[in-house]
């Protein structure tokens, strides 16, 4: 299996308001980037977005680390909350509907197509991949 990173970010400006998310792909020294935008979203469906988007654009099942500045996403799939939510009709603990339902499923869907571990990052921290990836989300929202 092969053993692709995936670097994500979202971005918007307000929230709701235009949005955007970029994504680097990375396997055997050679990068892919994706980025695209909505005009009207929120940061975490941009966060969402980003990742998805980046799985989906592997043609077959792979090992995934994935690196996000995101709680939001990394904590729902490593806490288990998306699964939850699903098996409870998208209905959270509180008795709240979940927020996206219609892109975490979509999300969970990928993460059963391939082996992902996800790894937090802290936002404009400095590291690279996940500033360029903020960067592509930046200029999708000015497009």
């Known amino acids: 299996m092969k053993h692709i990173e995936l670097f994500c970010d979202g971005a918007c400006s307000g929230n709701p ?3 955007g998310w970029g994504t680097i792909l ?6 892919r980037e994706l980025a695209g935008g909505a005009p009207l ?3 975490n469906r941009m966060e969402l977005t ?16 994935v690196t996000t ?15 939850g939510w699903q098996r409870n009709g998208w209905v959270k603990s509180d008795k709240k509907p979940a927020l996206n339902p219609d ?14 571990t996800i790894k937090w990052v802290r936002g404009h921290s400095g590291h690279p991949e996940n500033e360029r990836c903020d960067a592509l989300a930046v200029g999708q929202i000015k497009k």
Not at 50 to 65: F, H, N, Y
């Open 69 to 83: 500045d995101s709680k939001y996403v990394a904590d729902g799939i490593t806490k288990g909350w998306a699964r």
């Open 41 to 43: 979203t929120t940061n």
């Open 103 to 116: 892109l975490w499923e979509a999300l969970l869907a990928q993460i059963d197509r391939h082996d992902v």
């Open 17 to 19: 308001g235009p949005g």
């Open 50 to 65: 980003a990742l998805i988007e980046g799985l989906t654009a592997l043609k077959e099942p792979c090992r995934v680390t």
């Open 26 to 31: 990375r396997y055997n020294g050679r990068e």
